[in-house]
């Protein structure tokens, strides 16, 4: 059948035969990422980009039969994006869905995965991120840990005059580097050292949806106009800087995970998000460049693995013995909200630190509200009361400037407050989900002397300190609610005793309990594609994390904010995740022959579960006890990662057997593997829950069964101590039976594998149709030196239709 609007278009445009592109066409055109069997390639083409572009031009000529200028309008309008031959095999275009179409059916081309935006998980505002000082670890010694192992990191970039990416004392590049520095706009190839051993930049996919950037806001070259990369790259890999300070806050010593470890980084998120086909081009060079660990906060909507790019290019990486690191998500705290859930990515989610930013708000009523800022300007004159305003109930509409509705008036956005209303006052905003140092930018032109971001209920409880450009606080929704309600009754009764507050700003604190608790906005589990994955992996610190920053970017991230600084404080499990990436790195240089999953198993059977009062982890968003579905196996803990005892591995056939078992077709799982899959062997394992993961979850439908049981296989390698006996302790979840099969476990040797049962058994429990009830335990193997801890989750659902 005909399309009719591209046959409309098509005809436009040979009319006009006008070389440049037409907007008809763009609009009908989005890019797709094409799998390609490769080996097919014939030899008169002597790259296979050639031959990937004579495939277009040749697609166009059967696509319209109307002769030489739509050829000719195809190649200038199909151009192949991205080549992919490390990670991947194929390239990028744009397409129109009937083109897409006619591509698919050619013998060669294998899958057509259309593309995703995604975005860097900071809370956005200023972002958010973070690194952290020498306290938390001895590996965070100088030692020469790390000076050989190179960290990735897919971002927006870096500005490489900071201190934290100085290569004083440092080695020459490791031998094995292939990698290179790409010059572009003010990042001349000498912007590298031996700190910095790569940079490159992708952005044909963002271009290609986007039209040519605008080099005046960004810069075409792999120097950072965000930010955001720059503070992961010194999260995971940057030096000790002393003494280091955001607006003077958090002073001491700034310091990344691995200061030794080299860093290359791939720059792929622009102003307008980061463009799949740009991610795949990225991974594709890190790997064929030689990296040991690539670091990736970024994300988007979650999707099947096989039309997952982020997931596809992390599998191609993971084979080649990369370590890939990745956010979570900051969509917590609800249920199901985790991304780049992919078995073989690391999943990470934030946590606080003991350190926090008190700013609490007092009211003319004497009452206290804590809060947290990171205010750094001249306060409020202390001790003087201030008159304060709720943006959303008096200050819409009206005004010369004003004119907005009353909902963007309570978030203060641009426009929506009346000055003469503002003026001279504090003011209350919602928190929502827009910028939040924004926000106070809003007020300060509208002349309010302060603001006051408050949280709703859907924000609960948790607190994210901002470099504000005024005096500025956040407290949670309960404090929200007692603010917003006292101006609402001081308004009202009593005209002659209106409504007052201040902020009391009160510097950095530190050794603050409890800590860590798990950061309100970290995604959560359970884990949408997979049941039987528990996602996130870990937790690690993700909440007003100190890291550098670049000069182009105030630390509000406000436009108008022309202040500069060396460090800047942010949040988000972008801010989390290379933590991890930098301990992989670590990990991975005292054990040279570990496999990216022994390194995340370490980092997992030893990660703990209580806080520094030695209580169950809280959940910031309720002040109640968090679970396995928000922390996973729990915060990571460094200095036992590095001798975990025993280690769960897995191969690449465990993951074309986990994809068989997940209902994977051979065609799909080849998307991710590049491989014909044989799935005979996988069905007869069992499940995929067999996957040999360092944790346990399970699914129970109750069709009305009165029991239900499963189990699963694991095999544990010993990476301690030849002649070892260990022992397990089952802590099954409450009201089930868990038995293991063997109880103990005899290795002779070091890298000996023994396999054991686990079997869960459950009874049904009331639920109402369509409800759940969700049970976590653990099984611990011991020897009386080494820990080694698996979190085990069961499921109950009661079916809706049941
Ligand atoms: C490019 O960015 C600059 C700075 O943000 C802005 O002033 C200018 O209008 C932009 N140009 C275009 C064509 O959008
Ligand atoms: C109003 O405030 C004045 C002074 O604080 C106080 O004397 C008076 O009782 C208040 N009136 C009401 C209705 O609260
Ligand atoms: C927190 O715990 C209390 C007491 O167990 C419970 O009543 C409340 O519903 C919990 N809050 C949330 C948001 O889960
Ligand atoms: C795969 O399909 C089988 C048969 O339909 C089903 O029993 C099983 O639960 C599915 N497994 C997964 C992981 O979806
Ligand atoms: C097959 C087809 O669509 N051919 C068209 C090419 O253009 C001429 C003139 O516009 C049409 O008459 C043909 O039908």
Same mark, same amino acid.
């Given at each position: ?59 166009? @000529? ?62 956005? @505002? ?131 995970? !691995? ?34 660990? !690539? ?29 890939? $690191?990745? $956010? ?87 426009? $929506? ?129 100190? !890291? ?102 897995? $191969? ?42 360092? @944790? ?107």
């Amino acid at each position: 059948m005909a399309n009719p609007p591209i046959f409309l278009f098509l005809t436009i445009f040979i009319a006009t035969l006008l070389c440049c592109c037409s907007s008809f066409e763009e609009e009908k055109r989005t890019t797709f990422i094409v799998q390609v069997n490769h080996n097919l390639k014939p030899s008169l083409f002597p790259t296979h980009t050639h031959w990937y572009q004579s495939t277009l031009s040749s697609l166009l @000529s059967t696509t319209t039969t109307n002769g030489t200028t739509s050829k000719h309008a195809l190649n200038n309008n199909n151009p192949v994006l991205h080549t992919y031959d490390t990670v991947f095999h194929g390239f990028s275009t744009r397409l129109s869905p009937s083109e897409a179409k006619k591509l698919q059916t050619l013998p060669h081309v294998t899958a057509l995965i259309p593309e995703q935006v995604r975005h860097v998980h900071t809370t956005r @505002s200023p972002h958010f991120l973070g690194l952290q000082t020498a306290a938390k670890t001895g590996l965070l010694r100088d030692t020469d840990f790390g000076s050989d192992l190179v960290i990735g990191v897919i971002d927006t970039g870096i500005w490489p005059e900071r201190q934290s990416f100085n290569d004083r004392d440092l080695g020459p590049v490791p031998a094995k580097w292939k990698g290179r520095c790409v010059a572009g706009k003010d990042f001349p190839a000498t912007s590298c050292n031996r700190k910095l051993i790569g940079a490159r930049f992708f952005s044909a996919g963002y271009e290609a949806t986007n039209g040519k950037m605008n080099e005046t806001s960004e810069y075409r070259s792999p120097r950072d106009s965000d930010g955001h990369g720059t503070h992961t790259a010194s999260i995971a890999a940057g030096r000790y800087v002393s003494p280091a300070s955001t607006l003077g806050y958090a002073a001491g010593v700034a310091a990344g995970m !691995a200061p030794k470890a080299r860093l290359a980084v791939y720059k792929v998120c622009w102003t307008g998000g980061c463009y799949d086909s740009d991610i795949l081009a990225a991974f594709d060079a890190a790997v064929s460049d030689g990296v040991d660990v !690539a670091s990736l906060s970024v994300g988007g909507v979650v999707v099947p693995y096989h039309l997952d790019v982020i997931a596809i290019g992390a599998y191609g990486a993971a084979s080649a013995g990369v370590f890939v $690191s990745a $956010s979570a998500g900051n969509g917590g705290p609800g249920g199901l909200t985790v991304t780049n859930v992919a078995p073989w990515v690391t999943t990470v989610g934030a946590g606080t630190i003991d350190r926090d930013f008190p700013a609490h708000v007092k009211l003319g009523n004497g009452r206290v509200i804590a809060g947290a800022s990171l205010y750094g300007g001249p306060g409020l004159v202390p001790g003087r009361m201030y008159p304060v305003v709720y943006a959303g109930s008096e200050l819409s509409g009206g005004g010369s400037t004003g004119g907005g509705d009353g909902y963007s008036a309570s978030l203060c956005l641009e426009g $929506s407050l009346d000055p003469k209303l503002v003026k001279g006052k504090i003011v209350v905003c919602d928190r929502g989900i827009s910028s939040r140092a924004a926000k106070g930018d809003v007020v300060k032109k509208s002349g309010g002397i302060g603001m006051i971001l408050a949280n709703g209920i859907f924000d609960g409880e948790g607190l994210v300190a901002d470099c504000h450009v005024l005096p500025a606080t956040a407290v949670g929704a309960i404090g929200g609610d007692e603010i917003r309600r006292y101006i609402a009754t001081a308004a009202k009764s009593n005209h002659t005793s209106p409504p007052t507050a201040t902020i009391m700003f009160k510097g950095t604190r530190l050794g603050v309990r409890p800590a860590p608790v798990v950061a309100s906005f970290s995604a959560r589990g359970p884990n949408p594609v997979s049941t039987e994955i528990l996602k996130p992996d870990v937790i690690a610190p993700g909440l007003n994390i100190l !890291a550098a920053w670049p000069d182009r970017v105030g630390p509000s991230g406000v436009p108008s904010d022309k202040r500069k600084t060396e460090f800047n404080i942010l949040s988000g499990t972008s801010m989390a995740c290379p933590h991890v990436s930098g301990l992989a790195a670590l990990l991975k240089a005292a054990h040279p022959d570990w496999s990216p999953a022994a390194i995340r198993s370490a980092l997992m059977t030893t990660a703990y579960v209580v806080d520094n009062r030695g209580h169950a982890m809280l959940d910031e968003s309720t002040g109640n006890v968090s679970s396995v579905f928000d922390y996973g196996a729990g915060h990571v803990h460094p200095e036992k990662a590095i001798d975990p005892g025993l280690v769960y591995d897995i $191969s690449d056939s465990d993951y074309v057997n986990f994809l068989c078992n997940s209902n994977y077709t051979t065609d799909t799982i080849q998307v991710i593997t590049r491989k014909k899959a044989d799935c005979s062997g996988a069905k007869k394992a069992g499940h995929a829950g067999n996957l040999n993961y360092p @944790s346990m979850s399970a699914v129970f439908q109750q069709y009305g069964k009165k029991k239900m049981s499963t189990h699963f296989i694991r095999s544990v390698t010993n990476v301690g101590e030849a002649n070892s006996v260990y022992k397990v302790t089952i802590k099954p979840p409450v009201g089930m039976k868990v038995t293991v099969e063997p109880q103990t476990l005899s290795f002779r040797r070091v890298g000996q594998k023994l396999n054991f049962l686990v079997r869960v058994q459950a009874r049904a429990v009331k639920l109402s149709p369509g409800g759940s009830s969700i049970k976590s335990g653990s099984i611990v193997w011991s020897d009386g030196k080494h820990t080694v801890t698996s979190p085990l989750v069961v499921t109950m659902q009661q079916p809706l239709d049941y």
